[in-house]
Nanobody, 121 residues
Framework: QLQLVESGGNLVQAGGSLRLSCTAS????????MGWYRQAPGKQRELVAT???????DYANSVKGRFTISRDNAKNTVYLQMNSLKPEDTAVYYC???????????????WGKGTLVTVSS
């Protein structure tokens, strides 16, 4: 069973920092892009940051300069370092990865169950 498990969500004051982690496990042949999305109450899920296998990254304008995505390919893990957090960053953060399974022919998108980040003012 292939799965993504996030951790690191918490309650933090505005201006604080958090580091989210997401590890993929299961019958993995190759992980392509990995990334983070978030969904605030009453809003649609939105892209936060992505990282390709080669290390190319992309960020939502709202988090540029504050958040950093990184990967440890040997551990099948992606991280999101979040600094200078704002109340508007409050959301459930979801990990996403495009993974080719062992025996598969192409990558499929997988999602974690999410981790809650709450930023108090």
């Amino acid at each position: 069973q292939l799965q993504l498990v996030e951790s690191g969500g918490n309650l933090v004051q505005a201006g604080g920092s958090l580091r989210l982690s997401c590890t993929a496990s299961g019958s993995i042949f190759r992980i392509n892009a990995m990334g983070w999305y978030r969904q605030a109450p009453g809003k649609q899920r939105e892209l936060v940051a992505t990282s390709t296998t080669g290390g190319t990254t992309d960020y939502a304008n709202s988090v540029k300069g504050r958040f950093t995505i990184s990967r440890d390919n040997a551990k099948n893990t992606v991280y999101l370092q979040m600094n200078s957090l704002k109340p508007e960053d409050t959301a459930v953060y979801y990990c996403n990865a495009n993974i080719r399974r062992v025996g598969g022919y192409s990558g499929l998108n997988y999602w974690g169950k999410g981790t809650l980040v709450t930023v108090s003012s």
